[in-house]
């Protein structure tokens, strides 16, 4: 099939973001496909559930459950050498895939990565690398890494579970820094403690998925686009950016619908394409 193209890929891209790299108070955020996001501020880069390979496309390949890629690898990650942090929601592939982060690893000496504490044994194996700037985070907790405090909240992927510590295994993150909140669900159904455990940070981007769920896919799932919109308008997030689709063929949804269902809501939202970046400047008021 024909890839769709992200809107600046490879050299572009790296220019792009080379370009936007200024010491001021706003922001500026790209979407990489998926949830991965690159979001730079103040010199500084955090990338958020990156997933920059063909990893699962090759696993799934001749399976009930092939994942044919929708849109083509915006850079490859050891072209990223840049990154100060990489957070990762959750063990899933297309969150924590090795095929990237490892990449990411070599080209970042310094790189802080910021995992779930609960699958902290997992992530060892699964990269084959004890990276010793591995942060593990549980729900309630933060870390602070260079101007970025990172705070954990639970996802339900689809329910909110816990290890046998009682430590949460999947979660998004609430990323605070100067005078902005980004909210990065990672996978999550909506479930009613979501929105209260948020409306605390005066979230002013939400990053949310909007491909839903179905029996037939085999896989857990997500909210979907009416979901999402309702869960930015409950927490009075400034904007909501919709991720994780068109990414493979069999788990996506149109984001039309999405558009749709912000309007109604009465949300404010940005629809990205792969590539391409916002500024933070063009958000509108509260």
Excluded at 123 to 150: H, N
Excluded at 250 to 265: G, L, Q, S
Aim: glycine share 8%; proline share 5%.
């Amino acid at each position: 099939m024909q890839l769709i193209e992200p809107v600046l890929r490879d050299e572009a891209l790296l220019k792009d973001i080379k370009a936007a790299n200024r010491d001021d108070d706003e922001f500026r955020l790209w979407w990489l496909g998926q949830s991965g996001f690159l979001l730079q501020w103040k010199g500084r880069h955090l990338l958020l559930d990156p997933y920059l390979s063909d990893s699962l496309t090759r696993k799934y390949e001749g399976t009930p459950t092939p994942h044919i890629r929708m849109t083509a690898i915006p850079v490859q990650p050891e072209r990223l050498d840049f990154v100060d942090a990489v957070t990762c929601s959750h063990i899933h592939t297309d969150h924590l895939d090795s095929e990237t982060i490892v990449p990411l690893l070599k080209a970042n000496p310094g790189l802080k990565l910021v995992i779930p504490d609960a699958e902290r044994e997992a992530v060892g194996k699964k990269l084959a690398i004890d990276w010793p700037g591995t942060l593990g985070i549980d729900l309630g907790g933060s870390v602070e890494i260079d101007g970025f405090q990172i705070n954990a909240v639970a996802s339900a992927h689809e329910t909110v579970t816990f290890d046998e510590s009682g430590r949460c295994r999947f979660l998004g993150y609430v990323i605070e820094f100067g005078k902005w909140a980004i909210y990065h669900s990672g996978d999550t159904l909506l479930y009613p403690e979501l929105a209260q455990s948020l409306q605390p940070f005066r979230i002013d981007v939400a990053l949310l998925p909007i491909n839903g769920r179905s029996k037939e896919r085999r896989v857990a799932g997500n909210m979907n686009a009416e979901e999402a919109a309702r869960l930015g308008r409950a927490i009075g997030a400034r904007t909501v950016i919709p991720c994780h689709y068109d990414m493979f063929t069999f788990n996506t949804a149109p984001v039309e619908d999405f558009i749709r269902a912000a309007r109604e809501a009465g949300q404010d939202s940005r629809v990205l394409r792969c590539g391409e970046r916002m500024e933070s400047a063009r958000l509108g008021q509260r």
